[in-house]
């Protein structure tokens, strides 16, 4: 008699782990796809952005992955002031060139790099600080028109998101 239950129990005993196998997969597989990223997270991966109506000198601001970000079509002498800087000078030495890809604009994340405040500077009434771009009133940290730290604690850079021009006038950022 055990001889005969022998093959049916090895069936039984690898029908059970089979079954209980694929059950698990079947819960396993929702679980694991429920921790991607939601379709509205995922639009606000990129943005685009049409540059048209800015003339040289203005400023925008724009909300991308919930942080400002600061679109500057530059004047000729803010490009210059920006180019002709020493390095010696900077305290996160970085050349102008590589900061932008058109140089008329620059666009950079509006978060000081000390504290995460929003520095002033977007609007034609804003103070600019002592380097004509950003000023962070929080602490004290003044950005040039290229968007570096020029004085004051903040240690970095604004940041400079990833973006590509689709046009002339448009980028996508992200």
Partial sequence: ???????RRDFIKL????????GAASLAIPFITS??????????????IDLSPLK??????????????FIKHRTSTEIEEAKNVSMEDLKDA??????VQDSKWLVVLGVCTHL?????????????GDFGGWFCPCH????DTSGRIRKGPAPKNLPVPPYVFLTESKIKIG
Avoid at 94 to 99: H, I, L, M, Q, V
């Fill in 116 to 128: 995460g405040c929003v520095p002033l500077g977007q609007k034609t009434t804003d103070v600019k």
């Fill in 56 to 69: 040289e000198g203005q400023s925008l601001t724009v909300i991308w992955r919930g942080k400002p970000v």
């Fill in 140 to 143: 004290g940290s003044h950005y």
């Fill in 94 to 99: 970085e050349d102008d060139s590589k900061r």
């Fill in 35 to 48: 921790m991607n990223p939601g379709k509205d997270t995922l639009a606000l991966a990129s943005t685009e």
């Fill in 1 to 7: 008699m055990s001889e005969q239950n022998t093959p």
């Fill in 15 to 22: 029908a059970t782990m089979t079954l209980g196998g694929v």
